[in-house]
């Protein structure tokens, strides 16, 4: 737990400072997953988000936190 809470603040850190991370390999549908639960919060009591993740996505190059911003925009912005 303490270990998924430190990575809960260093991910809202780097997505209240924006810059730009190196690219690393990592499993697309993990990284989503692992959003959800923010998304979820982001998105409000009136609004359910769902979430079919395809296990063929696999192993991505991907600048994690731009795409866990970018995410976190269509969810707020479709809120809206």
Known sequence: A??????????LLAF??????TP???DLGEITAGLLPALR???GPRHEVRCDLN????RVLID??????LVMNL??????
């Open 2 to 11: 303490a270990q998924r809470g430190m990575g809960i603040a260093e991910d």
């Open 16 to 21: 209240a400072h924006p810059e730009l991370k």
């Open 24 to 26: 690393v390999v990592a």
């Open 41 to 43: 919060a982001a998105a």
């Open 55 to 58: 296990e063929a996505l696999g």
């Open 64 to 69: 994690t936190t731009g795409y866990a911003r």
């Open 75 to 80: 969810v707020t912005n479709a809120r809206e």
